[in-house]
């Protein structure tokens, strides 16, 4: 069955610091994989995907995740946190070709102090 | 820009009652899912559908049931609510495979 481990269940930065959330996911085929971020009080918003090519994705507010086939990673970073990155991030994966059911990680909570 | 919409976003249930939770969505999309969140947990796919008429269970479908009489709809029903539904309900769509989903804003079921 497939499965996602996200490491990192809440993690605290200050303002300007880097950020890297682990996700690993369990499936012996080919996946789609997402990463998701939900503000305070909001749905869930899209903020990068991979499904196949450079394995290096660039999403939206400068995230970027790097998809490692070989470790069945695909960690989420950004250079340079904010206070409003402020938010629950969610690593999510599906099989290809698979009516696009995701499977969710926990979710990582991330609390950016200014 | 629609998305998707979902009803109510707030609601309290007695022990046994039951509702229906909304959702439709305005961007032709064929897939349409519903999922659950609850603390800790991530979110869990309660029944997805691929087309209007076709619905099948996820991965925690008791208590639950779904219908696709449309393109744009897919209610959920809560039968006989227990307090173990309660929960943060998000229902997305897609448009096929291979694409993104797109998320409702939720809705917040308390069961007392």
């Known amino acids: 069955a497939q499965s996602v481990s996200q490491h990192n269940h809440h993690v605290i930065l200050s303002e300007a610091a880097s950020l890297e959330l682990g996700c690993n996911y369990s499936y012996g085929g080919t996946v789609n994989l997402f990463w998701y971020v939900q503000y305070p009080g909001q749905h869930l918003q899209l903020l990068l995907k991979?499904?196949?090519?450079?394995?290096l994705v660039k999403g939206i507010k400068g995230f970027e995740a790097e998809f490692i086939k070989s470790k069945f990673s695909f960690n989420l970073r950004k250079p340079s946190v904010q206070w409003s990155d402020t938010a629950e991030y969610f690593c999510a994966v599906n099989a290809r070709g698979n009516t696009g059911k995701l499977i969710f990680g926990q979710g990582t909570t991330l609390q950016v102090k200014p | 820009n629609a998305g998707v919409t979902q009803t109510p976003k707030f609601r309290i249930l007695k022990i046994g009652q039951s509702m229906t939770l909304q959702c439709t969505q305005d961007m032709n999309h064929n897939y349409m899912y519903w999922y659950r969140q609850d603390p800790g947990m991530g979110l869990k796919l309660i029944y997805y559908s691929v087309g209007a008429g076709i619905t099948d269970k996820g991965e925690v479908p008791n208590g639950y049931n779904v219908s696709r009489s449309t393109t744009e709809d897919f209610p959920l029903r809560l039968e006989l609510a227990a307090p173990s539904q309660t929960s943060v309900y998000f229902c997305a769509s897609s448009y096929k495979d291979n694409t993104e989903a797109f998320f409702g804003q939720g809705t917040r079921l308390t069961v007392v």
């Open positions: 991979y499904f196949s090519g450079d394995p």
